[in-house]
Structure formats: C-alpha cells, structure tokens
C-alpha cells in the first residue's frame, strides 16, 4: 500500500517534473488523482498499471490535471481491456471525456463512466467495505474538487471479555462483529457494545487539487481524522501574491492547512517550473517551517514512493 507520484508540476511539464498526477494503490486497487499529460509513460517506471485503475478522480478540467487521459485511455483500448473504468470530476467533466473519446481513431471496447460530482458541498462518492472516498469542493479559477481517500477500519473484537461473558466461540463472536447480539451459554443477551473495542485508526489521506487555502477543508480534513495531507504548494511563500492572482497555494499556506487538520504527513505537490534549476528557497522555506511547526513535511518528487503503513 503505497502512494505514488507521477507527476507533480504544475501547469507546464517541466525538466524534472511531470504536469499532476498520483496513484493510490491500497489492498489490490489503484486510484489515480489527476492524469496529466505523460501520466502512462511515467507508469512505465512504476509498478502502477494502467489495467488496474478502475477509478480516476479529476480535481478540475485545467490540462496540466486532465491531458494525459485520452492517452492513457486508448493504450488501455490498445492493450485488450474489457473493464469498465469510473471517471470522476467537476461538473463539465463529461463533455471534455467524450470530446477525448472522440480523439482520432482508436479501439476503446469498454465502458467510461463518467460522474459529475456538484460542487457545492462535500459528498460521499464512492465507498466499498473497506475504504470511502469524499469529495470537497475547494476555491480554484476553475470549478475544482479536493478528496479525501478513508480507510475503513472494523471494530476490534475483545476476545478476553468475550470469553469472561460466556459466548460460543466461533459463528457467535463474527455474528457480534457484524453488529447482531447473541444468547451467552447461560442465556444471557449479549450486545456487540459489549465485546467491541473502537476500530483501530486507519489511513486516511487528503489531497487539495489547484486551490487558493482553505481552512474549511483544513477543518473537514479533522473531522476525518486524516493522517496525510497532499497539498498544492505551486509557490515559496515570498510568491503570495503570484499564488493569490493564480488561485493557488504557498508552502505556508499548505502548512497552515495541514495544521488545521492535525495531519502528521504533509506532502507538497504541484511545484511551479520556476524552481526547476533552483529549489533552494523553496527547500529552505520547507526546513524551518518544518522545524517551527513540527510537521512531517515532504516536497514531492516524480516517481517517489510514500508506503502506507496499515492500521496507521
Ligand atoms: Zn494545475
Ligand atoms: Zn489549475
């Protein structure tokens, strides 16, 4: 379980960094975040595969996030696939996917569907048995959406206590984990909040899109319990007008949301072309708000590896 950066420049591709794009890979699926042009070549240097993203979730429809999906979808048409793939963005998303789909001639067999996710305040997208995945809307020149990957951890049984109250090992203690009470061997009712600890903390992992800071989603990054947060730092701080007249973020910015949401993991992503010969201000900038703030802070690079750990 891991996270990895495939690119992480922001509106131009740059010598070192490729336009957006991350893919979660977490119990068996990739999530990608972001497609931007050259996202399947930098694949190749990854063990992410094209074939086993089912889901890809578009923070806005600017190209540095969106161009490399016509690409990636007909390499995927190229190679066989058959599955369905789930494409999730901001209002407008489908239209600009079916121009995509309309690019020159290809052999896309399967299904794209698309999901246009409104704007106006956070939602519940998609969720299977073991994780959730939100979206919140976040302040960009453009209509852009942030997301929220949860893990979902089940409640832990306490098998000792369990054991104290007389319960039939076996099917009984799996009825009590999935929430049904059971009759104790000297016929007693037993409830699940009887035997059930509070499930164990799970990953959760925020990430901002292009966005001007906000401290609301700083404050819903909390409410979840986030443990890390990918945020856009396209300029050093002594570039907060730049970022303020581009609707985009500073490292200090980053900083302060990730404080906001008691995140222990802040990743800075998106990182302008003008710090492609030198990041020296920026790296410096990082060190001592890093030091002053007592954050795990990492600058993205593309191709880099951030493991999960499980049960964080
Ligand atoms: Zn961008
Ligand atoms: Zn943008």
Same mark, same amino acid.
Do not use: W
């Given at each position: ?5 495939? /690119? &992480? ?8 960094? %490729? *336009?957006?794009? !991350?893919?979660?890979? @977490? ?10 042009? /050259? &996202? ?8 992410? %595969? *094209?074939?086993? !993203?089912?889901?890809? @979730? ?255």
């Amino acid at each position: 379980m891991k996270i990895v950066f495939l /690119g &992480t420049g922001a509106a131009v591709p740059a010598k070192n960094r %490729s *336009p957006t794009s !991350i893919a979660i890979k @977490f119990n068996g699926e990739t999530f990608l975040f972001d497609c931007g042009e /050259g &996202t399947q070549r930098q694949m190749i240097y990854t063990d992410v %595969s *094209p074939m086993k !993203i089912d889901n890809i @979730f578009i923070t806005h429809l600017h190209g540095d996030h969106i161009l490399g999906i016509p690409g990636l979808l007909q390499s995927m048409g190229f190679n066989g696939r058959r599955d369905h793939i789930n494409i999730y963005g901001p209002p407008e998303t489908e239209g600009i996917i079916n121009g995509m789909l309309n690019m020159g001639y290809h052999s896309i067999n399967f299904q794209v569907n698309v999901y246009e996710i409104p704007i106006e305040k956070p939602y519940c997208i998609l969720e299977s048995e073991s994780y959730k995945i939100y979206s919140y809307p976040m302040e960009h020149s453009v209509p852009t959406l942030g997301y929220v990957f949860k893990e979902k951890k089940k409640p832990q049984l306490d098998i000792k206590r369990a054991i104290e109250l007389g319960i039939n090992v076996g099917p009984d203690l799996k009825k009590l984990k999935e929430g049904y009470s059971v009759v104790s061997k000297d016929g007693r009712k037993i409830h699940p909040e009887d035997v059930l600890l509070p499930p164990k903390r799970g990953i959760s992992i925020g990430y901002s899109g292009d966005t001007l800071p906000l401290k609301d989603f700083g404050k819903f990054l909390k409410s979840l319990d986030c443990n890390i947060l990918i945020h856009e730092a396209t300029f050093d701080s002594s570039k907060k007008e730049n970022a303020f007249e581009t609707m985009h973020s500073t490292i200090e910015d980053a900083v302060n949301i990730g404080t906001i949401g008691g995140v222990e993991e802040l990743i800075l992503t998106h990182i302008s072309a003008r710090y492609d010969d030198s990041m020296e201000v920026y790296l410096n900038e990082v060190i001592n708000l890093s030091r002053e703030k007592n954050l795990n802070i990492t600058i993205a690079e593309d191709l880099m590896e951030f493991p999960l750990k499980k049960g964080k």
